[in-house]
């Protein structure tokens, strides 16, 4: 694999003909997003923009902030979802994470009002009920017995989910969820692992059990809204989406097809818990191995009266969210986002052409000491009154920029800065096992090994 420097200087958008710098196919045939990507996102960011040709396919990695505003915001509207990103669909359907064009504005517009300040504000004391619950368990733990975070907040998150915006209590009836989930996401990035992929019509041996593992994640769904429905009469005004879309169903059946809500619950139970809590696990693994760190922050969560029950809390826990924040510039879930061409165009002073593949490097940006001093160092105190609307000016771009950002960028940054409030008050956070644990890109940026911790009552 070889970077060649650029011999062509960028020429002005009417003159079209320059190449970017081009990393040449793999000499041998590991799918592309399969084996160590991290090392080529990071081998391929010295320049702004890199041309990758692989088996014929044209693909791009912007390495550049002003690029990247250019395609996630100014210019959004000449590209669409990767077509690698849209193999979700055989899980989502046509939910919001890939869809495009007018279904996707009318989805949008049918999700925002769960989203909004007062929906938010009515979720957060079952965020902090959740929080409070996993420092009552890792409390009652054995002495010595370390927890494996990812699994641990993982649950906790889909507790919280569950209650939000699904409208039901977890039990031992969902105890396999995140399991079911992570395994599902596993499966589909193996998958997302090739460029050429045989349909999953085929019935190949990876193409049959990933279809098992959806039709397992498809029964989960449906116990849900089984469940949500039956109490739905309870309920004059839902709260939670899943209870909303119910109601607006009764009253216009045309409103929102079965298949077309089917699709955007599986969307929200899948991007709705996962990446929270691995973005959750790396802050408390950071937090747990800096002594400094864990004080500043505990000193911010102990002059509050009390643990934060509400969402009035975050303005006095800005360190806190920060930390939230800096777990997602060191490991941004997903690292990279993935767009396609829908015309002929230039953008940076190069031709692209309709059907060319854009990777837009996240932890470039994330990691370039130009726009982040000292940027592998774990700092909280980076973001003073930052708008989590503003995160892209910031070149922050945890949540993504431009239209297609996270729906759930508040909900996320609420639920996350409430939990590790909750965590850093009710106990003593150490690492239980010695030396750096490496991230590895697995569609998100998980752990080459398990985060486990000491938890002691404080
Ligand atoms: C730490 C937590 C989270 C992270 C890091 C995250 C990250 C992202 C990113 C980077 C995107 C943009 C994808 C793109 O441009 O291709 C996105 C979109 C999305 N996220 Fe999140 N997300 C988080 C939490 C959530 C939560 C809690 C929900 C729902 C409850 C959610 C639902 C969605 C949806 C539906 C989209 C698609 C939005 C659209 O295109 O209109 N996310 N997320």
Known sequence: MHLHPATDPVTPPDQVAAKPPTLSAFASLPPLFRRDLLTLFARASESPFVRLDYLGFRLFQLNDPALIREVLLDKERRYRKGRLMRRLSAVTGEGLLINDGERWKKHRRLANPSMSGRRLAGYAPAMAESARLLVERWRALPAGQPVDLIAEISRTTLIALLRTLFGID??????????????LLDALVQRGSSLLAPPLSWPTPANLAFRRKIAEAEAILARIIDSRRRHLDDDDDPSDLLGQWLRQREQDPEH???????????????????SLAIALSWALWEIAGDAGLQQGLRAEVDALEQAPADANAMQDLPLTQGAFLEALRLYPQPPILLRDALSDHVL?????????????????????????????????DRYPNINPDHLMQAHHLGFGGGPRSCIGRRFALIEGTLLLAHLLRGLQLD???????????AGMMVPTAPLLLHVTPR
Do not use: C, K
């Open 431 to 441: 690492r239980a096992t010695a030396g750096p644990i490496e991230p590895r890109f």
């Open 256 to 274: 929102f097809t079965p298949d077309e809500m089917r699709d955007e619950l599986m969307t929200m139970l899948i991007a709705g818990h996962h």
């Open 170 to 183: 977890y039990d031992a009836r969902y105890a396999d969820v995140s399991e079911v989930i992570h395994r």
């Open 348 to 380: 940076g002073g190069y031709r692209i052409r309709a059907g060319d593949q854009l990777i837009i490097n996240i932890l470039a940006i994330h990691h370039d000491p130009q726009l982040w001093p000292e940027p592998h160092r774990f700092r909280a």
